[in-house]
C-alpha cells in the first residue's frame, strides 16, 4: 500500500470511527495509544503505581475529552502509533491533523500517595490486595501483571482514607472510589475490600464505592454489604469460554458471571463488566458476544466496552498483541475491531448509553477507558456523563 492510499483507508477509518463515536478520538488513542516525545511521566502517578490491569497511561484531556492514553512507556505497540505528542498537542501523522491536550495542572510528586490512582474524572482506583493467588498457581490473566502473594499485604483502611484525603488537599475531586483486588491464598478478599469501603463511607457518606472481584469472591450473604459497596465490577473479559481460557485461565465458565450478575441485581447493587473488545477475536464469534450482551442487559448488568491493550510485562499471546507487527497491521487490526464494535454498537448502544448513565460507581463512571460515554448520541457533555474539569 502506497502513501496515497494509507492517507485514503485512513480517513475512511477516521469518518467510520466518527459515525459509531461521538468522541473518535477515545477508540483511536486507546487503541492505537501514541508516541511520547516528553518524559512520559503522568503527574497524577509520578510513581509509575500498578494496578492488576492497564494503569500507567497518562491523564490527559484531548479536544475536551478526559483519556487515560498510553505510550510507548506503558504498551509496546506504541511504539508505531501514528499519533505524537509533543506536551501540547497529538498530532496524527498520516492525516496531519492535531488535538489540543489539556494536561492536569497538579502534580503529585511529592504527595506520597502509594495506594491510590486519581484520575481527571474524579473517579479514584485503590488496589487493596496489589498481587493474586492465581500468579501462585500458573494461571494469571495474560494481561495482568500484578504479580504473586509472596510477602504482599492487604491495605489498612486507615491508609486508603489517608491517600484520598490526600488527593482532595491537592485540589482534585474525589466522587467515586473503584477498589480493586486480586485473589488472597484464603480467598478472603472481600473482608478486606468491605473494611476499605466502610472506613471510606465514614470518611464521606457521598463517595459512591465500587469494587472489582471474580464471582468467587462475591459472598453468599450480601446484606452486609448493602450501603457499603454501591457497585460491582464482574469482569467477564471475554463472551467465549474458550477464549476466557486463554486468556484468564483460572477465570470460571460464563455461566458463574451470569449467575452473579443476576443474584448482585436482584439484591439491589449496580452491576457493570467488562467486555475486552479486542483480544483473541479468532476466539470470539460476534454472535456469541451478542448473545452475552443480550443476557447480561436482561439481568441488570451493564456491558463496559474495554479496548483491550498489552502492557509491558504482560503475556498476551494472540497474534495481534504476541509479536511484532507494523503500522499497516495495526491499522487492518483497527478496521476489523471497528466493523465488530459498530455493529454492537448498532444493535444495543442506546441501551448500554441509557444505563451507563444511571451508574454512580464503576470504570463506566470515571470514563478514562472506558468507551461506554463515547458511543454515538452520547457526549460527554450532554448530562448523562458529567466529568469535572481539569483542576
Excluded at 77 to 91: L, V
Excluded at 182 to 188: D, I, K, R, V, Y
Excluded at 259 to 266: D, P
Amino acid at each position: 500500500m502506497d502513501v496515497t492510499q494509507l492517507k485514503e483507508k485512513w480517513a475512511e477509518l477516521r469518518e467510520r470511527t466518527s459515525s459509531t463515536f461521538d468522541k473518535p478520538e477515545k477508540p483511536l488513542l486507546l487503541f492505537f495509544g501514541m508516541r511520547d516525545r516528553t518524559d512520559g511521566v503522568d503527574p497524577l502517578n509520578p510513581s509509575g503505581l500498578k494496578r492488576a490491569g492497564f494503569s500507567g497511561a497518562r491523564n490527559m484531556r484531548v479536544n475536551g475529552t478526559n483519556i487515560r492514553v498510553p505510550s510507548q512507556y506503558n504498551m509496546p505497540k506504541a511504539e508505531t502509533s501514528p499519533f505524537i505528542f509533543d506536551g501540547k498537542r497529538i498530532m496524527d501523522g498520516i492525516s496531519g491533523e492535531s488535538w489540543k491536550v489539556e494536561l492536569p495542572s497538579v502534580d503529585l510528586k511529592n504527595a506520597g500517595i502509594e495506594c491510590a490512582l486519581p484520575t481527571l474524572s474524579g473517579a479514584v482506583g485503590i488496589m487493596v490486595f496489589p498481587g493474586c493467588a492465581n500468579f501462585d498457581l500458573g494461571k494469571s490473566c495474560q494481561f495482568c501483571i500484578a504479580g504473586g502473594t509472596d510477602g504482599k499485604v492487604p491495605i489498612k483502611p486507615v491508609e486508603a482514607v489517608a491517600a484520598l484525603q490526600k488527593i482532595r488537599d491537592y485540589g482534585l475531586p474525589v466522587a467515586s472510589v473503584s477498589l480493586n483486588t486480586g485473589q488472597m491464598p484464603l480467598g478472603n478478599e472481600m473482608d478486606y475490600v468491605l473494611s476499605c469501603a466502610e472506613a471510606i463511607k465514614r470518611w464521606d457518606a457521598d463517595v459512591k464505592i465500587s469494587t472489582e472481584v471474580w464471582p468467587y469472591s462475591v459472598p453468599s450473604d450480601l446484606r452486609p454489604l448493602k450501603g457499603k459497596i454501591d457497585c460491582f465490577q464482574v469482569n467477564i473479559e471475554l463472551a467465549s469460554d474458550a477464549a476466557r481460557k486463554i486468556l484468564c485461565p483460572a477465570k470460571p465458565d460464563a455461566e458463574a458471571y451470569f449467575s452473579v450478575f443476576e443474584r448482585l441485581a436482584t439484591a439491589g447493587f449496580e452491576v457493570t463488566s467488562v467486555l475486552q473488545t479486542n483480544f483473541y477475536i479468532e476466539e470470539e464469534p460476534l454472535d456469541v458476544v451478542a448473545k452475552a450482551i443480550r443476557r447480561m442487559l436482561s439481568l441488570g448488568a451493564v456491558p463496559e466496552f474495554l479496548i483491550s491493550r498489552e502492557v509491558k510485562g504482560a503475556n498476551v499471546a494472540d497474534k495481534f498483541f504476541g509479536r511484532k507487527t507494523t503500522l499497516q497491521e495495526n491499522i487492518n487490526q483497527y478496521a476489523g475491531w471497528l466493523e465488530r464494535i459498530a455493529a454492537l454498537v448498532s444493535e444495543f448502544g442506546q441501551e448500554i448509553l441509557e444505563r451507563s448513565g444511571k451508574l454512580c460507581a464503576s470504570c463506566v463512571k470515571c470514563g478514562m477507558c472506558s468507551l461506554n460515554a463515547s458511543i454515538k448520541g452520547a457526549g460527554e457533555g450532554d448530562g448523562l456523563f458529567k466529568n469535572p474539569p481539569c483542576e
